[in-house]
């Protein structure tokens, strides 16, 4: 697949990004920009993770970075932003996802403190009031980009239960910034929708276990608010993204089928995974992430991650 060089990007994005789909905060980034890290000539410490901070809102927040062994200044590398779910600090998706397994750089950030004084991403109905995740992700992507040599038209988003609601709402509001999307166990509140009537498609691959008990497969309501059936959900996506078949079904060993839409607008194809039998959990995980079982006939990192490299930036612009 032909990658254009990043002028040719934000050219392409210059010609298509109406004021419609650009985010509802000015200051918030929903265009490519330079990796001015790529100039840099310190070597950050590889193979380990730390503990970073960025302003963001007039707010200190926080986040984990993990940099690939293969990390090398000078040479563009791929970027994954992980969300934990509600109660989360990042260090427990880090632990099941083994993200930190892939050659990209890998950045777990950590939600804001809301109801009941627990972490959560903005979307869902026990986030912190007030505060602006979106600018927080546009911000910490500038600051990485701005101090590390990232790839602008391969930076990734995932993330598990209200982590990946917030991806999902990243899907509607930062398109033309983050390449593709990967949704798991996600609790897809009507907050995880704002901007999408007038955003740009974009490719997002879904994983959920059929005996889910805390956002229910076929739909349900939590903490007051719908969260609607996942087949209900992908459809949308694939409606929104422009999608000319499917779904169509394929059976992954015993507990997993897979439904796919393609011929999608602008290269943005919707894969969703329905995991019979799987609970709240990450496919594959490597320790415990969540209530009730999980499978390992696939490994949702591994899946991400090939559905990641099939769909740059540059591919659906």
């Not at 109905?125 to 391969?154: E, H, I, M, W």
């Not at 166990?185 to 490719?203: I, L, Q």
């Not at 994983?207 to 992908?234: E, N, Q, R």
């Amino acid at each position: 697949m032909r990658v254009l060089p990043l002028a040719a990007v934000v050219a392409a994005v210059a010609a298509v990004l109406t004021p419609a789909a650009a985010s509802a905060t000015p200051s918030v980034r929903n265009y490519p920009i330079l990796s001015a890290g790529c100039l840099s000539r310190s070597a950050p410490a590889t193979g380990v993770t730390t503990h970073e901070t960025v302003t963001s809102g007039g707010l200190e927040r926080e986040y984990l970075l993990h940099l690939p062994a293969s990390y090398e200044p000078h040479h563009p590398t791929p970027l994954i932003m992980a969300f934990h779910g509600r109660k989360g600090d990042g260090t427990d998706i880090e632990a099941f996802s083994g993200i930190d397994n892939l050659d990209a750089i890998a950045v777990y950030p950590v939600g804001a403190k809301g109801e009941a004084d627990q972490r959560a991403w903005q979307s869902a109905p026990y986030a912190a009031a007030g505060v602006d995740d979106v600018k927080f992700v546009s911000d910490l992507l500038d600051k990485l980009q701005a101090t590390l040599c990232v790839n602008p038209n391969r930076i990734y988003a995932t993330g598990k239960s209200n982590g990946a609601g917030f991806v999902s709402l990243l899907a509607c509001q930062l398109p033309f910034r983050i390449a593709a999307f990967g949704t798991i166990a996600g609790a897809f509140y009507p907050g995880t929708t704002v901007g999408c009537d007038t955003s740009a498609p974009a490719p997002i691959v879904d994983f959920h276990g059929t005996a889910d008990p805390t956002i229910k497969y076929d739909g349900d309501v939590s903490h007051g608010v719908a969260t609607p059936p996942l087949m209900d959900w992908a459809q949308n996506w694939a409606t929104h993204n422009h999608c000319a078949t499917g779904p169509e079904q394929t059976a992954i060993g015993t507990d997993v089928l897979q439904f796919s839409w393609n011929g999608c607008q602008q290269h943005a194809n919707v894969t969703h995974y329905r995991i019979i039998g799987a609970g709240h959990t990450w496919p594959g995980e490597l320790v415990d992430s969540g209530p009730g079982s999980a499978t390992q006939t696939i490994k949702a990192t591994q899946v991400i991650w090939d559905f990641f490299s099939t769909h740059p930036l540059t591919a659906h612009l």
